[in-house]
């Protein structure tokens, strides 16, 4: 999970990286520029480079990145974000206690 705190900051630095890239075409360019004032996701993927996060870890090839966003309120004091405790059972096999076969809110 990603929280983004300064939404104009985000999409002026993907502006800016943007109007620097000088191999990108003019009608891409545009594009480019009217996707990350839209959405946040894109403005994050014009600054992240999903190669980069992963090209040192032994046993991963990189097929394929997308991003994608959603607002949510997140309430740090609820249950279903404390991703890092064991459920109270003290198992933590990643379900939620007492719901068979889904798996829990955040949780692989």
């Not at 999903?50 to 249950?79: C, H, M, N, R």
């Amino acid at each position: 999970m990603l929280e983004v705190d300064d939404p104009q900051r985000l999409s002026a630095a993907a502006l800016d990286r943007i109007g620097a890239d000088e191999s990108m075409p003019d009608d891409e360019r545009a594009h480019a520029r009217s996707a990350v004032r839209e959405d946040e996701a894109e403005a994050l993927a014009y600054l992240v480079e999903p190669f980069d996060l992963v090209k040192e870890v032994p046993g991963i090839e990189l097929a394929q990145a997308s991003w994608t966003s959603e607002l949510i309120d997140y309430d740090p004091d609820a249950v279903e974000w404390a991703l890092d405790e064991d459920d109270e059972d003290g198992e933590d096999d990643g379900e939620e206690a007492g719901v068979e076969g889904e798996v829990g809110a955040g949780r692989m």
